[in-house]
């Protein structure tokens, strides 16, 4: 079975700060996807990044960027330079395509941001 | 760019009745999957439909049935509902799942059960 951990539960941060989300992952398969969404207060699931096992480079897309580590088991999700719009609930997310698998994702907790002005 | 449409968006039933939430896909996307999300919670898989079978099930209750029908539409049909039933339905959908294909949601519908 699969398992996602997310520790923090909520993060506050004062705009412009630098903000890190962890996320731990647990699986047996070696072929697997991992992505972060984010839901904002209006609730829609918003995509932000998918990653497959075979690719730990890392991901800088704008303010946003991804370390993934194969090693620990780890995708984490840096905001740069926080804004207010950032505030959110992000979640981390696995799927693993082996067996009979059809793509189902599976959830980390959640870790709630809230950035200051 | 099309994108996964659910309805209705809103829904208030009360307790002990029934409810059903419809989703549409994207053109031409092969699987369609329903996700039950409860206030303060991660999103939970129900079930999934790969070419309009039932391909696989999470922990829904045996009050719930879905279907998939030959447009590719998708229903979830929810009998003798429960305060506890009150949650954000999402639907999603995606093409190649096999390669891990991302997964585009809904706007989800807003179930609350009085």
């Known amino acids: 079975a699969q398992k996602v951990t997310q520790a923090q539960t909520e993060i506050s941060v004062v705009e412009k700060e630098d903000v890190t989300l962890d996320c731990v992952y647990e699986t047996r398969d070696t072929t697997y996807y991992l992505f972060w969404y984010k839901q904002p207060p209006s609730g829609e699931l918003v995509f932000l990044i998918r990653?497959?096992?075979?690719?730990?480079q890392n991901e800088i897309s704008g303010r946003y960027s991804w370390n993934f580590q194969k090693s620990t088991s780890s995708f984490n999700f840096t905001i740069t330079a926080s804004q207010v719009v950032d505030s959110a609930v992000y979640f981390c997310a696995l799927i693993v395509t082996g067996g009979t698998s059809y793509g189902k994702l599976t959830f980390g907790q959640g870790t709630i941001l809230t950035v200051h002005p | 760019a099309a994108g996964v449409i659910q309805s209705p968006r809103h829904l208030i039933k009360e307790k002990r009745e029934t409810a059903t939430l419809k989703c549409y896909p994207i053109?031409?996307?092969?699987?369609v999957y329903w996700y039950q999300q409860g206030p303060g919670q991660d999103p939970q898989f129900l079930i999934s439909?790969?070419?309009?079978?039932?391909?696989d099930k999470g922990s829904i209750p045996d009050r719930f049935s879905a279907q998939q029908f030959s447009d590719y539409h998708s229903e979830l049909n929810m009998s003798s509902l429960e305060l506890g039933d009150s949650a954000l339905y999402f639907c999603a959908s995606s093409l190649s799942f096999r390669t891990g294909g991302e997964q585009f949601f809904g706007p989800g519908t807003r179930l609350t059960v009085l």
């Open positions: 439909f790969y070419e309009k079978m039932q391909s």
């Open positions: 990653r497959n096992s075979f690719d730990e």
């Open positions: 053109p031409r996307h092969d699987t």
